[in-house]
């Protein structure tokens, strides 16, 4: 059963840092790829970061760029949203997701989310 918990989420001030884990089991982590996906009231889900465990490759959304920062560790299989320099804009529930890396913008598994609120 494919499983994917997140944690790390809360409550900071704009300007402050978080970070996010997605710890992942019941696939093949190495082959697949993990994304982290937000959504803020009102709006329509969005991709914010991803990368391929595969080879590394890592994406951003523009607006997240030089300020986040996505890594995996194959040993914990976890992957990680470093988040720096946090905006109100920023403040949505922030889900991991895990499909192949070709499907990694529409993934299958989806973990149940958490809350980053950022005050100004």
């Known amino acids: 059963e494919v499983q994917l918990v997140e944690s790390g989420g809360g409550l900071v001030q704009a300007g402050g840092s978080l970070t996010l884990s997605c710890a992942a089991s019941?696939?093949?982590?190495?082959?697949?790829?993990i994304g982290w996906f937000r959504q803020a009231p009102g709006k329509e889900r969005e991709v914010v970061s991803a990368?391929?465990?595969?080879?590394?490759?890592?994406w951003y959304r523009d607006s997240v760029k030089g300020r986040f920062t996505i890594s995996s560790d194959h040993a914990k299989n976890t992957v990680y949203l470093q988040m720096n320099s946090l905006k109100p804009g920023d403040t949505a529930v922030y889900y991991c997701?895990?499909?192949?890396?070709?499907?990694?913008?529409?993934?299958?598994?989806w973990g149940l989310g958490t809350q980053v609120t950022v005050s100004s």
């Open positions: 990368i391929s465990n595969a080879d590394g490759t890592t």
């Open positions: 019941g696939f093949s982590f190495d082959d697949y790829g």
């Open positions: 997701a895990a499909d192949y890396p070709y499907r990694i913008y529409t993934p299958e598994y």
